[in-house]
């Protein structure tokens, strides 16, 4: 791909409205115009946003690695791990279960048990007393699949930088002038 085509995919996925990031998602990822969170939470709608966001992120990351990631009753703990091994793996340093069970503020008995699993799959590989990822992370049509993430959160910092300038031009500052916005 040449640095044309890839400012043209680029200027095109900043075309694009903000469902396009998310159409790929179950209903529950839509926002609704109309809605109004409850008063009583303090900025609700960043708060919405950063939690589909969220969520959205770890829905992907199961359907890109398979069912072995969403089956076991602890599977967050399984992807937290699982990304917390990749970081490091990229930083060209493997890392011990004692030290992801610190970073992560996880039992090492979970650590330990959830990198077994990760063993057993294929997705990771003991060197020593560390552990690093293998190249089964390298999944088919990656680059689109990021570029997905990368829209996802792309249009989430957009409405999030949107609702915070809105918030500023406000007479009183605060959400009551711009619920109705998003």
Not at 60 to 81: C, K, M, N, P, W
């Amino acid at each position: 791909m040449s640095a044309n085509d890839h400012q043209e995919s680029r200027s095109q996925n900043e075309v694009r409205d903000g469902v396009s990031a998310w159409e790929h998602q179950d209903p529950d990822f839509v926002l609704i115009a109309e809605g109004k969170p409850p008063p009583r939470i303090a900025q609700a709608r960043e708060r919405m946003l950063i939690c589909r966001l969220y969520l959205g992120l770890m829905q992907t990351i199961t359907d890109d690695y398979g069912a072995e990631f969403a089956v076991q009753s602890d599977s967050l703990s399984r992807r937290t791990i699982g990304i917390y091994v990749f970081l490091r793996t990229v930083m060209c340093s493997p890392v011990h279960a004692s030290r992801i069970a610190k970073a992560l503020k996880l039992p090492r008995v979970t650590v330990l048990r959830q990198l077994q699993e990760m063993v057993k799959h294929g997705y990771v590989e003991r060197v020593g007393n560390a552990y690093r990822v293998t190249d089964k992370v390298n999944i088919p049509d990656l680059q689109n699949k990021l570029q997905r993430r990368m829209d996802m959160i792309a249009e989430t910092a957009k409405r999030l930088s949107e609702m915070s300038a809105s918030y500023s031009m406000g007479p009183r500052g605060d959400s009551s002038e711009t619920t109705d916005a998003f």
